[in-house]
């Protein structure tokens, strides 16, 4: 057993799979994360987190930007972004 | 009776394309009476999504019998994926070639779901009714993981394959796919029809039940198995259709709009076809989707039940299918006063030959 969050390094390049995307749902109520027969409401910090999932920007840089965006902790975020991605990757909903 | 005053957002459209299907499986979750003469055609699946997407619908499962029956198939796909729906393609792929699936990946395809019997050769062909059908589905597995496509193995268990879960694991986990479903059988029209073959013993259910236990917990963070419960064996109902009328829309290939799969077996119930009204208008008025929704209808256990809002008093055709009556409480619940039943139909079990689901 391999743990996700373990891969999530600074230099790791996290991006959404085929498969799973955001979308705007103004019926459900705003964003969702749509995923292979599922589907998960996303809050405005997931959102912003994994709107910068593009497989180009680092772990880092992901971190450093949202820091800058949200004036919070550097630690914080990194803490933040880290348990969100690790979930997710756990589900094969994000590639690391 | 009156329209509740708050219709809630669809979430899903299940979209029956057509009943014809090259597999016989003795389950099969198409009515016994099947849709044989007309299918609408891609244009009007087209509206329908884009009235789906309208109402808030975000998925679509684009199902059969076997969908790749249609040879319009891919601008069908394209339609889902303009009217701006994740496509989700439940596929026996016998039937499915390598050019159509990279002209459905193209069109926009968002995932695959291939359904295979067993992970036994001679047992897959045997349940599928179809000689060569595993090595066919093993192939077109290969060609969605090759075209970025994410791939779920769907694995429906029952008698004949039951004591097999961790080799079907180990199966869809060779084929590259992210997610495996291990579906119990729930017994509606064909498996209905088979359920003294299909029945496990309790003792099966249970050990099947702690392996998908333990292969999560060995599998974690490399496949997603997701499991739907054998709910003859359950102590409550499953929310059927996450409550009736509240999230899921589908709509048979000649256009018929029902609640769910199987709702065409409780008498009585009035359906609404996308020729003749828009899918809004179906989902607001039609007679079939307000017979079950809110609470009005509920019977005791249900009506003062804390579980009401959880499972929605389960599944309405279970209820009449088992209990003969729509209203009263799923059977399958051990609260309700027919829960004996459930019982006594869980122990009975007969080595006789399939009825094969045939077009």
């Not at chain 2, 957002?9 to 099947?34: D, I, K, Q, V, W």
């Not at chain 2, 209990?323 to 399958?332: I, Y």
Request: with cysteine.
């Amino acid at each position: 057993m391999d743990s996700s969050a373990a891969r999530l390094t600074g230099d790791a390049r996290p991006r959404l799979p085929r498969g799973v995307r955001l979308a705007q749902s103004e019926a459900q109520g705003g964003w969702v994360l749509l995923a292979p027969e599922r589907v998960f409401k996303a809050d405005t910090i997931t959102v912003e987190i994994l709107k910068r999932c593009t497989g180009v920007s680092t772990l880092d840089e992901i971190v450093d930007d949202l820091a800058k965006a949200f004036t919070a902790p550097r630690e914080r975020i990194h803490a933040d972004v880290v348990n969100l991605l690790g979930a997710l990757a756990d589900k094969k909903l994000l590639e690391v | 009776m009156a329209t509740p005053d708050a219709v809630p957002a669809p979430l899903g459209l299940l979209a029956e394309l057509t009943h014809r299907c090259p597999l016989g499986c003795p389950y099969c979750s198409n009515p016994l009476a099947l849709d044989r003469d007309h299918e609408i055609d891609a244009a009007t699946w087209a509206r329908v999504f884009r009235e789906a997407a309208a109402l808030g619908v975000l998925q679509v499962h684009l199902s059969g019998g076997e969908p790749a029956a249609r040879r319009d198939l891919p601008d069908i796909v394209k339609a889902s994926r303009d009217a701006g729906l994740y496509s989700n393609l439940i596929t026996s792929a016998v039937g499915l070639t390598p050019q159509t699936l990279a002209a459905l990946a193209d069109a926009g395809l968002d995932h695959v779901q291939i359904s295979i019997q067993d992970c036994d050769e001679a047992s897959a062909d045997h349940i599928a009714g179809y000689r060569g059908a595993l090595a066919r589905k093993r192939a077109i597995a290969g060609e969605v993981v090759q075209l970025g496509l994410p791939l779920t193995i769907n694995m429906v268990v029952h008698r004949a394959n039951i004591g097999r879960i961790e080799p079907m694991v180990e199966l869809a986990l060779s084929l590259s796919a992210s997610r495996v479903e291990i579906a119990h059988v729930q017994y509606y029209g064909w498996a209905m029809k088979n359920r003294a073959m299909l029945m496990p013993s309790r003792a099966q259910v249970d050990e099947a039940v702690r392996q998908v236990e333990l292969l999560r917990t060995r599998h974690h963070g490399r496949i997603v198995i997701d499991a739907v419960v054998p709910d003859y064996f359950a102590r409550f109902p499953k929310p059927c259709v996450g409550g009736w009328g509240r999230r899921s829309i589908n709509v048979t290939p000649a256009g018929k709009v029902l609640p769910c799969h199987a709702a065409e077996v409780i008498p009585g119930l009035e359906f609404w076809n996308v020729g003749e009204h828009s899918l809004s208008e179906i989902w607001r008025n039609s007679p079939a989707f307000n017979a079950f929704r809110g609470e009005a209808w509920m019977q005791e256990p249900c009506r003062s039940c804390a579980r009401r809002e959880q499972d929605f008093g389960g599944c309405r055709c279970q209820a009449f299918l088992v209990a003969g009556d729509a209203r009263a409480t799923d059977p399958v619940c051990h609260l309700s006063p027919r829960h004996a039943v459930v019982e006594q139909l869980a122990a009975v079990r007969e080595d006789v030959a399939y009825a094969y689901r045939r077009t």
